[in-house]
């Protein structure tokens, strides 16, 4: 009885110990598997240096692509149309005779001197100065004399370029406006056939008619 009390007792007594064996061989099992670093640090010295901590990688961000510009449509360029000058008729010979003509006779009836003085001929100027032109009737008409202006007649001379024109003038009273005496005025001007300058006046003569 007393054998059989002291072999349980023995058994109590190993049982701890047992189970905290078994429990080391299990916990070195673990670290066998799966070591595990220990460190024991000091105030003044640490043993071991701290785990690195892994750096997490950069999630790379996706590239999007530029949308290709879309070329704008070509404009085809217009050319500026011009617009169509008017064509412009130059004026006969005959007609600018007669222009002349009459713009002459308008000045010697206004009695402005200076400008019918300069619708003379360069040579014609030269032969005679301008105190005598305006003195002499075949030029300027009668001084302090009132004219009426009637018919143009032209004819062109051989030359083809020089035209006489007869102007039917009549002398008439300024007051009242009687007629005193006709005329024919002849004008010969130079129209240049090859367009050089404008016409001109080479010659005058005052003739009376008689009536």
Known sequence: ???????????????????????????????????????????????CSPAATPTPSATPTPMTAAPSPVPSPTTTPTAPVSPTPTPQTSETPRQEALNSAQHYTSLAMARRFRALYNLLSSDLRNKMDY??????????????????????????????????????????????????????WHLRILVPSDSSGPPVVIQAGLYPTGN
């Open 131 to 184: 105190d005598q032109f305006i003195h002499d009737p075949d030029y300027v008409l009668y001084p302090d004399s009132c004219w009426r202006e009637g018919d143009m007649i032209l004819s062109l001379e051989k030359d083809g370029q020089t035209w006489d024109v007869g102007v039917f003038m009549t002398q008439v009273t300024c007051t009242g406006g009687m007629t005193m005496a006709t005329y024919d």
């Open 1 to 47: 009885m007393k054998h059989g009390q002291n072999l349980y007792t023995e058994k109590t007594f190993w049982q701890p110990f047992s189970f905290c064996l078994l429990f080391v061989m299990l916990f070195l099992s673990l670290i066998a598997c799966n070591p595990i670093t220990i460190c024991i640090t000091t105030p003044a010295n640490s043993s």
